[in-house]
């Protein structure tokens, strides 16, 4: 009796496993569905603003300067995808895997990336103004010159992430992490840092007008030449000797 169900609970793991490995069907590039491959396709300069591609298969697909205005990537697969100057403006990408993408240039403005992975994805120049990224992982992550005004990213991890004068005004970064990251005169006013772990990142040259920093983790956190304009430190651990010289 025993080895039976031993037989059967096998053979629903192999049957589980088979199911999970399913190829999705080939899609047509000419209309873009769901839950289709794309691998195949080339969608340089097209548009396809509005267009459902959720769970879809993008792996290296050549998305360069395509209009997705309005689209649906959720749960897509983007990896070492190429979206150089795409437009991506509110679209929900929410748990798209964008890790190793080219996303230089490309526009992600009130798009929702919730839970999104862009891990080691090249996002110099991009615009994520406006976005909903709760949850998102900017792990290893090109970040240079992007803008990032009034956005959600509550949760992220931006470990080892190049930030070097990302424009974060006014966003939200509340319980992210943010480890040894490169903020060099990134712009952070009115930005809020509540209980962020900023330990051994660098804000050398960084604008902190209002930012708030209250309960973060400081610790080997650098902010040399940084401007300072009534910033909120309150509660915060390990602050560097040169912030405690410019408080009152």
């Known amino acids: 009796m ?9 053979l629903f793991s192999c049957e589980a496993n088979s199911l999970e490995s399913t190829p999705l069907p080939v899609g ?14 080339n969608f340089n300069g097209r548009d396809l603003s509005g267009a459902d591609l959720a769970g879809s298969l993008l792996k290296g697909v050549n998305l360069q300067n395509t209009k997705l205005f309005d689209c649906n990537l959720k749960d897509a697969i983007l990896i070492e995808a190429d979206l150089k100057w795409a437009m991506l403006s509110g679209c929900n990408a ?6 190793q993408s080219d996303l230089f240039h490309t526009n992600f403005d009130e798009a929702i990336v919730t839970s999104a992975n862009f891990f080691r994805a090249n996002l110099f120049g991009a615009s994520m103004n406006s976005v909903t990224a709760v949850g998102a992982s900017f792990q290893h992550a090109n970040l240079k010159d992007i803008s990032m005004e009034e956005s959600q990213f509550i949760r992220c991890n931006f470990d080892q992430a190049f930030m070097m004068r990302a424009v974060l005004i006014e ?23 509540t209980r962020t772990d900023l330990s051994g990142s ?17 610790t080997g956190a650098r902010f040399t030449n940084a401007r ?4 909120d430190f309150s509660g915060a651990t390990d602050i560097p000797t040169d912030i405690l010289k410019e408080k009152p």
Request: one cysteine or more.
């Open 2 to 10: 025993i080895y039976r169900l031993i037989l059967a609970s096998l």
């Open 28 to 41: 047509d590039c000419d209309l873009p569905k769901p839950l289709h491959d794309y691998r195949h396709c």
């Open 94 to 99: 929410a748990q798209a895997d964008f890790s």
């Open 171 to 193: 966003s939200n970064l509340t319980d992210s992490s943010l480890r040894q990251v490169v903020l060099t005169g990134a712009a952070l006013e009115h930005a809020d840092f």
């Open 202 to 218: 660098l804000l050398n040259g960084t604008t902190l007008t209002e930012t708030i920093f209250h309960n973060a983790k400081l």
């Open 228 to 231: 300072f304009q009534a910033p």
